[in-house]
């Protein structure tokens, strides 16, 4: 069965630094990987998502994420955060052919400091 | 209008009582999913339809049901609902068959039982 953890369960940044969010994955074969975002009061939106080929893939909003299969990793990453990055943030897992029953990680904080 | 729409957006009712949790969709998608979210334990798959006549249980399936009364509605129910079912629950849609879809989730509906 597949799984996901994210270790970091808050993650406190100050607006304009670097931000990496952490998400480690175990499933048998190459997963589908997706990560998702939360606001206060909202249902989850795509942030992006990896399927096959280019181990980074870019999202929106200026979000990225690097898929290392050596590590089992899909760790999320902004180059300079912004307030209204301030979220809760969820990493998925799929199973290929699993027909989107996504596995979510428990989901980590992310407050912004002005 | 949301392209995914709960109802009620919010619940307070007790212990025993039956509880319908509604959801329908704009998106003409075949495939609808009920997830429970918790504090610390990210959301978890309740139950999954990927058409009217294809209905399966998720991992916490056990003391829920569901109904899938078109292909854009799918109704949530707890026949005796019990304090540790107050959660926070979404549905999701998708339309793609092989897992590597985007899902697309309503809001959320907030039921706590006493």
């Known amino acids: 069965a597949q799984s996901v953890t994210q270790p970091d369960i808050h993650i406190t940044v100050s607006e304009g630094a670097s931000l990496e969010l952490r998400c480690n994955y175990s499933?048998?074969?190459?997963?589908?990987l997706f990560w998702y975002v939360q606001s206060p009061g909202q249902g989850l939106q795509l942030l992006l998502k990896y399927f096959s080929g280019d181990t980074l893939v870019q999202g929106i909003k200026g979000f990225e994420a690097e898929f290392k299969r050596s590590q089992s990793s899909f760790n999320l990453r902004k180059p300079s955060v912004h307030w209204s990055d301030a979220a809760e943030y969820f990493c998925a897992v799929g199973a290929r052919g699993g027909g989107n029953k996504l596995t979510f990680g428990t989901g980590t904080q992310l407050k912004v400091e002005l | 209008d949301a392209d995914v729409t709960q109802t009620p957006r919010n619940r307070i009712t007790k212990t025993g009582k039956r509880i319908m949790l509604e959801c329908s969709q704009t998106k003409g998608h075949d495939r609808m999913y009920w997830y429970r979210q918790d504090p610390g334990l990210g959301l978890r798959l309740i139950y999954y339809s990927f058409d009217v006549k294809d209905i399966n249980k998720g991992e916490i399936s056990d003391g829920y049901s569901v109904s899938r009364q078109a292909q854009a509605k799918f109704s949530l129910s707890l026949e005796s609902a019990i304090p540790n079912q107050t959660a926070l629950y979404f549905c999701?849609?998708?339309?793609?068959?092989?897992?590597?879809?985007?899902?697309?989730f309503g809001e959320g509906s907030r039921l706590t039982v006493l």
């Open positions: 499933y048998g074969a190459t997963p589908y």
């Open positions: 999701a849609t998708s339309d793609v068959p092989s897992g590597a879809g985007e899902l697309f």
